[in-house]
């Protein structure tokens, strides 16, 4: 595997743990504090590096159902930062959440570990 791709998928667990940590302060206190603000956004970043990597040490090829999958994720997981973000801007710190946020930041991250996944197993078979 190319040095580079290796590194982003180092990054990506970073991320794994990030998006970790936000979704369960999220779901455990309901509110977007300043926790939930830095792990999503962190997050965010992290898997966003991690992508770019991944794809150079690819030589350019977005790896079929693995990448599709990934992509779908990653989309669902910055509209989840977005809409925290979205809460925070409007309500302020510390605001609580609706029961559609808190459901939709589960059904995201469980997707996102799905593929998270995907990639783990594709990385022992290739």
């Known amino acids: 595997m190319n040095p580079i791709s290796v590194v982003g998928a180092l990054i990506m667990t970073l991320s794994f743990l990030a998006y970790g940590i936000g979704s369960v302060t999220l779901e455990r206190f309901k509110i ?64 609580n959440v609706s029961t559609a946020l808190l459901h939709y930041t589960k059904t995201a991250y469980f997707i996102w570990v799905l593929a998270y996944l995907a990639g783990i197993v594709a990385l022992i078979w290739i």
């Open 32 to 95: 977007v504090g300043i926790v939930v603000l830095i792990f999503f956004s962190t997050g965010l970043l992290f898997e966003t590096s991690a992508i770019v990597m991944m794809y150079i040490g690819s030589d350019g090829k977005i790896g079929g159902l693995h990448g599709l999958v990934g992509i779908f994720a990653f989309l669902l997981m910055a509209v989840n930062a977005a809409w925290v973000w979205s809460v925070y801007v409007r309500k302020g710190i510390d605001a």
